[in-house]
């Protein structure tokens, strides 16, 4: 059963970043953990692997778009289309990407491309 690898996957994987001994986690290794949550469809560890990485205190594990876009591929499999459009509003908001003063430079400078929505973001809001 494919729910059932998934799982086993998923606890294996969080085992794997509970252990101080095995290996130091990265963004991507969170990100592995959450595509194995979303084929179980538990958005509830979804969510706690994205506030995980919110309130980590290594600059390497703050969420970008590509965490993002995970979190918005599990909306989009389980159903939830009012949580995608509210992340989606945090992130352009975040970003800097609805910025209404276009022609201020400095503004320009602080838009945050680690955050802006891409294909995939767009992608998976329109199937949520």
Do not use: C
């Not at 969080?14 to 538990?42: G, H, K």
């Amino acid at each position: 059963n494919m729910e059932d690898g998934a799982k086993r996957i998923a606890q294996q994987i969080q085992e794997l970043l509970d252990d101080d001994q095995a290996v130091q986690p990265n963004r991507d290794s969170y990100a592995v953990l959450m595509e194995a949550y979303t084929q179980r469809s538990d958005l509830e560890a979804v969510e706690a692997v994205l506030e995980t990485l919110q309130s980590s205190s290594d600059p390497d594990l703050v969420p970008d778009i590509h965490i993002y876009n995970k979190v918005l591929w599990a909306y989009s499999v389980v159903g939830e289309p009012d949580k995608a459009k509210d992340l989606l509003g945090q992130l352009l908001t975040t970003s800097g990407a609805l910025n209404d003063e276009e022609d201020d430079e400095e503004n320009d400078n602080e838009l945050d491309e680690s955050l802006r929505p891409n294909d995939k973001t767009w992608l998976y809001l329109f199937r949520a």
